[in-house]
């Protein structure tokens, strides 16, 4: 067990190696430079700021000296906030997409789990069909289209939440719901179909002949069983809502980190943009290992080499 | 607003970076549900897509105001007044506003409008932006004089300032935040404001040394002096600018990098920052050791930053801000239609133009044409003999490619392979490097009717470079000619193609964003309904587009520009030979010779004759297509006094106040 982490974790940095690398270069490929403006800068000053970030350096000396960096954990200076490191960005800014993460992964997994449950314990009735409805448009409806109809039916209608920012409670609720929606969608499609699945067993059938009230299946035989498939995608879910959220973040105006990919790819902010590739690949690395390493708990069928 | 300088979305380095996150989560994802680890990368990337070009075309390099408040723009004409519920007036002394994110609030480094607007809160130099106008204020000095030449300034500092932890402030702090903002080593955007000041530029490219730039510091009497280059009559509104202002040596020097965090930060000017979550907001209260501290009467300030018109406008909706900007067009159009009186606009210092490719496509040179001059001023470590042995060797040879140049005796392949990528043999179709083709499609451009019928009126149509905004200035103008499109099609007829026959099919390019299209789109149909010739549309990412033009790959360019100071110089200075703005490479020696005459005149009549007939050449020329002067637009609650309207955009918070509470002080 033991080997097989380390060893995992030595493939995880030569991956991480790997997509450094390749970010580095694909970013310089897009054509125009980090201080292209429409007002051209005059060639002294723009000289002087390319001296400054060591752009006016061979392009493999760039890649060495910046590898050295990430090796120590240095993503350097964002060219468009000289005064701030891509490391004060991450540590200011993440934590903020990883509440926003959680709150929707928790919302994800109470709906989900809910719904699942009602529509695969009576499998073709009415409330199954409407429940796997209602599931099929969370997953069919993105949350570039979600996130402005709650806002405008619950902050500009209703005025019963503010419209964006991530201060009070009442902030947090709708882009949790908004990006913690489709993935509740999912997981009530995997639950329903863990149910159909128990339900027909033997040990349920025995549970029944037994004479114990349908509320009492359900809690203590039913779900442990259905909830494998579900607990088995929590991982990789977890992974694409923390690095999925960048659409939510710009709607409701959540000073999340994800915001910086996406403004740091369009001003060509070569350092920013690596430290969020860096951070979202790492985070993706390790939440897979994790999976692999619970998996083996959860079905001992499942050996690891 | 419609676009420049913020940021853009496109095929560029976005998409690279989406597709990279796309493959590396495909990769780790591993055996696990491969197309479910895919959905969160694709959504991002269907949604840079989606959000492509969304931009603001706020001015980058604001610098001060005009003499009178702007008279405001008419309303609608039809506007019919709807009745809306009576704002609540504020409960606090508090005035919260939404401001767009900012790369730095340091004074020195500050070179964007938001950046501007928050550190200009804090930080004070010699003199103030002027209240809703141009006139400068004084600030931290009490007087000046200019010399008869207009070369030398000098400025008396007040009496008693100090900074807001009781440091006492000296004209040494002056010289010091100065040589901060222009040394190399700062790499501050901005620093060209300073290139009037003598040896400024020379310093800031490690070319001088301090003691070469004019800015001396006399302790004893307090004065400041500065000498300048050339005269400049808007260097005072330069000096009003942030990036003069104080930076407090002391903080620096003991914080580093960190002085700017709210536990460190000491300011000069009427607010302090007490909260400061990046990307988020600032929150400031008033500073008790300002100078003018009495005069300040709003008591707390906060910066509610934002990105999306549709925010701010529901910002200000809901009562969150008192001043929202900027709002989604059919927003304006809306609220203009109800004659709403919290809505203003007022003329901002950008002109919107699309720019000719005057010169050859990608700035090549044809080396089957080019004259001796051209070569060598083209063709980098091009030596005289060299030019002379291309010369000779035309004479009996024709280039078919730009790799024969190694033929040529005294050049080898090295250079050659140097310099290839300006070289060409054939030239592209060139039309725009026609003066008459290039005013018949301006005339046949109907902009009133752009702006009235197609932009919703909001903005001011133009027909020449230099905003009239400055009219209240004192400065003239020469007006363009009008919409003409019989006198079009004669003027393309008498250039060799009646009836646009013949004419090659170029493409007009713009960066991605809904106004620009709506305009390309209705310049396409104007001249193949007026002239008959047929261009193409096309649109690309910001940064691909800025990397076109800064190569001279277009022939026709979405453009803007906005004053670097409030002075019409600052738009006829841009079309100058070899300006690194000059994006069309336009080039009339006389135009040139105008612009250094009225930039070494001293006389204010003689040189606004010299600044109309530098326009009356670039109209005749007409190396640009105007479309329209920009105009600044935003919503204010309307118990919210002494927040005027401004040109350049240039507000200081310690002129506003609210009626209810302005007996606090």
Known sequence: ?305 | MDGQTSSLTGPGASCGAHILSVLCSAAMCGRLRRTVCLCGALATLLWAHACSGETRDLPRNLLEASTTPPAPLPQGTDCKVVRVKERKAPSSNHLAITEGSFASIDPALVHETAGNMVASQMFEGLLLAGHGNLKTRYGHADSYTISEDGKIYTFHLREGLEWSDGTPITTDDFVWSWRRALEPTTAAQAAFLFQDIKGAMAFHSSKGTWDDVGIRADRETGTLTVELAHPAPYFLSLVSEVNFALAPRHVIEAHGDKWLKPKNIVVNGPYIMVVHRNHDRVVMKRNESYWDRKAVRIEKLSFFETESETTAYQWYKTGLVQIATPIPNETVTKLRSQCRQDLILTPNLCTYYLTFNTGNYGGKVNLNRASRKTLLAKIKGLSEGQADAIIAYRAENTFSAPGELKNVPGIDGGFVSKVRHQLMVKDRPQPFQNAKIRKAVDLAIDKEALIAQVLGGDRIAATHLVHEGFADEGFSFAPGSPFDPEKARALLASAGYPGGKGFPTVELVYNTYETHKVIAEYVQRQLKENLGIRITIGNMEWKSLLDKMYNHEFYISRSSWCVDYPDPLSFLEVFTSGHENNYGSYENPEYDRLVKQAREETDPAVRNQLLVRTEEIFNRDQPVIPVYFYTHIYLKHPALKGYLPHVMDRHLLRDSYYESFAQDR
Not at chain 1, 246 to 266: T, Y
């Open chain 1, 1 to 305: 067990m033991g080997g097989y982490i380390i060893k995992r974790l030595v493939v995880g940095v030569l991956v991480l190696f790997a997509i450094m690398s390749i970010s580095f270069f694909i970013m310089r490929l897009a054509p125009g430079g980090p201080f292209d403006e429409d007002k051209a800068l005059p060639p002294e000053v723009k000289a002087n700021v390319e001296a400054k970030f060591g752009l006016n350096k061979p392009l493999y000396i760039q890649y060495m000296l910046a590898m050295k960096g990430y090796a120590q954990l240095d993503f350097g200076r964002s060219f468009k906030e000289p005064d701030r490191t891509v490391m004060t960005n991450l540590k200011e800014h993440f934590p903020i997409s990883l509440e926003l993460g959680l709150y929707a992964f928790m919302v994800a997994l109470l709906i989900g789990i809910g719904a699942g449950m009602i529509a695969g314990s009576k499998p073709g009735t009415a409330r199954d069909h409407l429940t796997m409805s209602g599931a099929m448009i969370g997953i069919s409806v993105p949350n570039i289209v979600l996130g402005p109809i709650l806002l405008l039916f619950f902050a500009t209608y209703l005025g019963w939440l503010p419209y964006g920012k991530w201060d009070s409670w009442q902030h947090k609720i709708l882009p949790s719901f908004t990006l913690g929606l489709v993935y509740a969608a999912y997981f009530s499609r995997l639950m329903r179909g863990g149910m159909l699945e128990v339900i027909r067993t033997d040990y349920m059938r025995t549970a029944r002949a037994k004479g114990l009230p349908p509320s009492l299946i359900l809690r203590r035989h039913a779900i442990r069983g259905a909830i494998l498939p579900t607990v088995t995608y929590m991982g990789p879910a977890f992974a694409s809502i923390l690095t999925g959220s960048v659409v939510v973040e710009r709607i409701f105006s959540v000073p999340g980190v994800s915001d910086f990919f996406v403004k740091g790819a369009l001003n060509r902010d070569y350092p920013m943009v690596m430290g969020v590739v860096v951070l979202y690949s790492a985070l993706l690395v390790f939440l897979n290992i994790c999976v692999d390493i619970a998996y083996t708990y959860l079905d001992p069928r499942v050996r690891l080499r």
